[in-house]
């Protein structure tokens, strides 16, 4: 047995190890958590193409904009704490688009490597299928350096392309992968709302 040595104090990640998340819709009073867990992405990874991070006003628009469509937008919470959000939002702005959506999920990097981010995607899909959209698109930088390939691909989603460097952040042209996910009855059956542009 080796000598025990000192160790530093106990991350988020590190502490209750086995608490189970409670996904919930978020709230204003979320949005300072979130602004943070954002901005850490925005700032250090390229999951986010925007290099400033927003502001709490800015998200507080994002976050009612969210809403007015109708789409969900939620945190993950443990033991009081946000350690995670997922939001979903119309893929392009044109009517004929308007069943299919784009799916966003930041976790806290405290909070990486405990099967977070499968939690959220899961339960944004189930709420989404729910709902009258029949496809989910997500937009995927870099391979998915950060795993975000491979979650998708396990809940279900389809790699449909690459397109080449389109982004560029942090010094270095970036690809974006392009995943798809059908939701409830995808293509079988026209859209409950037939209105055309």
């Keep these: 047995m080796s000598p025990s040595r000192p160790t530093s104090p106990p991350t988020p990640a590190q502490h209750a190890p086995h608490s189970t998340p ?10 300072p958590s979130i602004q943070a867990i954002y901005a850490h992405h925005v700032l250090t990874g390229v999951a986010s193409f925007e290099e400033t991070p927003p502001s709490v006003d800015d998200l507080r628009t ?7 469509q109708g789409l969900p937008y939620m945190v993950a919470e443990i ?12 893929y392009r702005p044109r009517a004929a688009y308007r069943n299919t959506i784009e799916d966003s999920i930041y976790v806290s990097d405290a909070y990486r490597g405990r099967g977070l981010g499968r939690v959220l995607l899961q339960a944004l ?3 989404c299928e729910s709902g009258p959209w029949r496809q989910m698109v997500a937009v995927i930088a870099d391979g998915g350096s950060g795993g ?3 979650l998708h691909k396990q809940l279900g989603f389809e790699l449909t392309g690459t397109l080449k ?3 560029y952040k942090h010094g270095r ?8 996910r059908t939701l409830g009855r995808g293509a079988s059956t026209p859209p409950d709302d037939t209105t055309n542009d």
């Excluded at 409670?22 to 949005?31: F, M, V, Y």
């Design 62 to 68: 994002r976050l009612a904009s969210v809403r007015g």
């Design 165 to 167: 460097a389109v982004g």
């Design 125 to 127: 899909i189930e709420r």
């Design 79 to 90: 033991d009081g704490e946000v350690a995670g959000y997922c939001y979903a939002t119309p």
């Design 22 to 31: 409670l996904i919930r819709n978020a709230t204003e009073a979320d949005l």
């Design 148 to 150: 975000s390939l491979s």
């Design 173 to 180: 042209w970036l690809d974006t992968t392009l995943m798809q």
